[in-house]
């Protein structure tokens, strides 16, 4: 079996007038031993579809396989082969860092021993500490915990690392490749594009219910038209003249952007495209104020596609 998930012509539709269509016909293959991201605004779908993919909703339509086999004809084995940390784990306060290990234990046939999942997560001086008494990120690191627990082959994780703070993201991102690296499969939604660019081999971006991009990181960053960003500070009075300028045609350059105070040039070539931009612009006398460059990043894609700042969206 090569693949993990298997979702085709997906659809979630909920009755009322007018009907809901929050999942509109999606596809995903997910290759065993493979990081895969889903990324989307809020009201995209991507939480209906990892929610069907999780088996906690039924689809309307739609194939799913999980690890080959479909949620209606063997569920309960299914379970024994997942683990599932949400957004926000609830867990008891009254228990110990173990005692809330070995409940999840309990759930599975095998899997790990209490010791083993908390030194995954790096818990053990925390080990016969009570969950209230925990950090934040001590806390995460739990749910994800229990969530690994069972020894699965696929595990989904939704929005691991939100409210953490650098150090408590880092940790988790040890986590998450460690497990990948003993061949097994995660499923990943993260509003954080570098998080998604470091850990995920592929990325779906969802928006109004279905995928509008798939590929790896970089493929994605190289079909928004280039792989450096160029900004530059100018006056919002100038903006007709900016416009006049045909700065589209300047060396290597794919797409322009002009907001008030910002001009933005997608490029593959700063060392190239910079000279031409400051030569026209001294020519027309239009002044400026601050150029940096930097790399396109998996923000830029969803921006270009989507029209909004992931962050901005979720947070």
């Known amino acids: ?4 998930i298997e979702c085709h012509a997906l659809v979630k539709t909920y009755p009322g007038s007018p009907p809901t269509h929050a999942v509109r016909g999606i ?3 997910v290759e065993v031993g493979e990081c895969f991201g889903v990324l989307g605004p809020n ?10 993919l999780e088996g906690l909703l039924d689809a309307t339509s739609g194939d799913v396989r999980i690890l080959g086999l479909r949620w209606q004809e063997a569920a309960q ?23 809330t290990l070995r409940l999840f234990r309990s759930f599975y046939p ?13 818990l053990e001086e925390k080990r016969d500490t009570w969950v209230r008494k925990l950090s934040g990120g001590q806390r995460q690191r739990l749910a994800v915990a229990t969530a690994l627990v ?10 691991p690392t939100t409210g953490l703070d650098p150090q408590s993201r880092r940790q988790l991102w ?20 570098d998080e998604a660019e470091r850990l995920c081999d592929r990325v779906a971006i969802v928006d109004a219910g279905k995928v509008i991009a798939l590929g790896t990181p970089q493929e994605l960053i190289r079909q928004v038209g280039g792989e450096h960003r160029v900004l530059v500070g100018v006056d919002a009075s100038d903006r007709d003249r900016i416009e006049a300028l045909g700065l589209e045609t300047l060396p290597t350059t794919s797409r322009v ?46 921006v270009e596609l989507t029209g909004k700042r992931l962050h901005d969206e979720e947070s």
């Not at 690296?181 to 499923?187: D, I, Q, S």
């Open 43 to 52: 009201g995209a779908g991507k939480t209906t579809t990892i929610e069907i």
């Open 27 to 29: 596809d995903l293959e």
């Open 257 to 302: 952007k002009l907001d008030d105070d910002e001009l933005v040039l997608t490029v593959t070539s700063p060392h190239l495209a910079i000279p031409a931009l400051l030569g026209i612009l001294e020519r027309h006398k239009i002044p400026f104020h601050g150029l940096t460059t930097r790399q396109a990043t998996l923000e830029d894609v969803f």
């Open 1 to 4: 079996m090569n693949l993990a």
């Open 110 to 122: 095998s899997g790990l021993t209490v010791d083993e999942a908390i030194g995954l997560v790096s």
């Open 77 to 99: 084995r299914i379970r024994q082969m997942i683990g599932v940390s949400l957004q926000e784990t609830k867990l008891s306060e009254k228990l110990t860092v173990a005692e």
């Open 174 to 193: 040890e986590i998450i490749v460690n497990f990948r690296e003993r061949g097994r499969t995660v499923l990943l939604t993260t509003h954080y594009m």
């Open 150 to 159: 069972g020894d699965p082959q696929l595990v989904f994780l939704d929005e």
